[in-house]
Each structure stands twice: as structure tokens, then as C-alpha cells.
Nanobody, 122 residues
Framework: QVQLVESGGGLVQTGGSLRLSCAAS????????MAWFRQAPGKEREFVAA????????RYADSVKGRFTISRDNAQKTMSMQMNSLKPEDTAVYYC???????????????WGQGTQVTVSS
């Protein structure tokens, strides 16, 4: 059983930064690829970023490339995403996900967190 808890969301002005974190309750964190998804009001959930078991490979949605950076700390069983140059269109509930591989977690994570709200004001 895997439990994921997001934190770090909040209200920030356009151009500001936030750092989201996801804490995992799992026996072997290194066996899971991790990802971030988001869902804006009135829109479907969309992929944001993913990271492989080892952290050697990452993947980003085109909309966040160059602005967001995903990372993980396997010793602490946490996964984070630094978000810079935030835009109003980044406003959404951000969800942490875990899966078998970077490919599968980018499409259909097996486990989800409860979400954390990010609001970017103009």
C-alpha cells in the first residue's frame, strides 16, 4: 500500500515561485517512478512532470519546460517540484502520483495523493 501526501501549495503572484513536495509512505521508494499532474477549474487533469526510479530521467509537459524542475530524494522518500516564473494558467490543484515506470506513471499512476492548491494571481 502506498500513501502520498502533497504540500507546498499556496497563493503566489505572477512570476513568483513555489516548491511542491510529495511525501510517500512506502517500503521501497526507489521502485516507484513519480509524477505530478494538475487539474484546473473546468478542465481535465493533465500531466505536468515525471521522474524515473533513479532520478536520472525526467519528463515535462511542454507548457512547463524551462520553468518547473522535478526532483526526488529517495533517502527521505520525497519527490518535489520547483515551480518558477509562475503564470495564472498554472492555477490548479496539483496531484502527486506513483507508478511502476516513468512511462506508466505519466499516463496512469497507480496511486494518487489528495492534491494541493496552487493559485497564481495576475
Amino acid at each position: 500500500q502506498v500513501q502520498l501526501v502533497e504540500s507546498g501549495g499556496g497563493l503566489v503572484q505572477t512570476g513568483g515561485s513555489l516548491r511542491l513536495s510529495c511525501a510517500a509512505s512506502v517500503r521501497s521508494f526507489t521502485t516507484y517512478a513519480m509524477a505530478w499532474f494538475r487539474q484546473a477549474p473546468g478542465k481535465e487533469r493533465e500531466f505536468v512532470a515525471a521522474i524515473s526510479w533513479t532520478g536520472d530521467f525526467t519528463r515535462y509537459a511542454d507548457s512547463v519546460k524551462g520553468r518547473f524542475t522535478i526532483s526526488r530524494d529517495n533517502a527521505q522518500k520525497t519527490m518535489s517540484m520547483q515551480m518558477n516564473s509562475l503564470k495564472p494558467e498554472d492555477t490548479a490543484v496539483y496531484y502527486c502520483g506513483a507508478g511502476e515506470t516513468i512511462d506508466t506513471v505519466s499516463t496512469a499512476p497507480g496511486y494518487w495523493g489528495q492534491g494541493t492548491q496552487v493559485t497564481v494571481s495576475s
